[in-house]
């Protein structure tokens, strides 16, 4: 799911990959904007907000919505730098520290739910870690997947959707139409699965708040864990041959 980039990566990576992180971000998505009022997996809605406040000269409100942004930043930074310098020693994963920095964050922001731990924190705090975490999960994909999957927002979703929809209305070749219907599918599986998240962690929040979060890591927890199990089987497969 992780490991495999360029040539070796396969549609069928990209369907895994793009089902249980689109899932993941639909989970952050609806438990942000319930627990904090504040829109968590993307920095469209920041930029109207802080260019609205800038032109009003509410410069305070200004900076709370472009410290927002900068957290999506900084999480797409440093997935991407860690990524890069993962992949010059071999013996690291490059996809491992990103995904476990963003298990720490969102598991963090669920225990903090729990009042015996005695964690407090503030919306505006959570929806920083939250913009953080999925900046890093965003970074993550895009350079896995190389720009093929996105599964933190949805609006470059739907352009390329609306696009590739357009097309099926042209002639083109067989081997082309094939891609152009699989492309299709994935944008699809990725709306699909975004919001299946969103409803999933919209009840659960009703139920269990913030606590919510600690499913979505315990998802990506066992996503690594599956990647490795994949991994180490096809590695014995092809020494048994």
Known sequence: MFRHI???RTYFHN???ASALSFVAGIVNIVGVLSSKIL?????????????????????NAFVYLILIICFLTGAFCSSFIVELSSRHKRLRPHLIPLLIEILILGF?????????????????????????????NSLVTRVSQSVVRTTHLTGIFTDLGIELSKL????????????????????????????????????YKMINLKTLLLAAGLLFGIIRYDNFLYRYYALKRKLR
């Open 40 to 60: 968590t997996t993307n920095i469209t809605g920041h930029f109207a907000f802080f260019s609205e406040e800038v032109f009003l000269r509410n410069y305070s």
């Open 169 to 204: 209305f042209f002639k083109q070749r067989e081997s082309e139409y094939r891609q152009l219907k699989k492309n299709i599918a994935l944008k699809l599986l990725v709306i699909a699965c975004f919001f299946s998240g969103c409803i999933i962690g919209g009840f659960l």
């Open 109 to 137: 922001v669920g225990l903090s739910d729990i009042k015996i731990l005695k964690i407090s924190i503030s919306a505006f705090m959570i929806a920083g870690l939250l913009l953080v975490a999925m900046g890093t999960q």
């Open 6 to 8: 360029g040539k070796n």
């Open 15 to 17: 369907i895994k990959l």
